[in-house]
């Protein structure tokens, strides 16, 4: 039953990616340049996510387990260093320059955008060369 609501939750998900024009990198990059031809049109989107989160976070405040009997787990705590800045801010730059995140890359997928497959190829090989370089630092900064 759980994989049916996650696939469900998944494909609704990635439908909307594709329905707000998400997975459309020209969309995406005119809503991020705002010094220059700015399309506001994000803006609902982005709306629309934050709108029934606040009033599921609301919701699963109350609660101890989800609907299908799943312990909620605890809110994540906030803690800026370094590493969160730095990481959002290439995350930033990154969605700026290709037009695509991680969710409408996946979602372009659905159909055949090759760009979607291009972006997801370099994020993979993005997120290995990141983590052998972390163990790199990590090891040199147990050695010194």
């Keep these: 039953m759980r994989a ?7 494909g609704l998900f990635g439908a909307g990616l594709l329905v707000s024009g ?3 990198t020209t969309k995406v990059q005119g ?24 009033i599921a976070w ?12 799943t312990p909620i787990p ?18 930033g730059v990154g969605w ?5 995140c991680p969710g409408p890359a996946m979602a372009s997928l659905s159909y055949g955008g090759t760009q979607g497959i291009i972006f997801l190829l370099s994020m993979i090989a993005g997120m290995i060369v990141w983590r052998a370089i972390d163990i790199a630092l990590s090891n ?4 010194a």
Aim: aromatic share 10%; net charge positive.
């Design 74 to 91: 605890p809110k994540p705590g906030v803690k800026l260093d370094t590493r969160l800045i730095t990481g959002s801010a290439l995350f």
């Design 22 to 24: 998400m997975t459309d």
């Design 96 to 100: 700026a320059l290709a037009g695509l």
């Design 58 to 69: 609301r919701v699963a405040a109350h609660r101890q387990s989800a609907t299908l009997g």
């Design 4 to 10: 049916l609501f996650a696939f469900l939750a998944g």
């Design 140 to 143: 040199r900064g147990k050695a």
């Design 31 to 54: 809503w991020l340049d705002i010094f220059g031809a700015w399309d506001p049109t994000l803006a609902f989107v982005l709306g629309g996510a934050i709108l029934p989160m606040a």
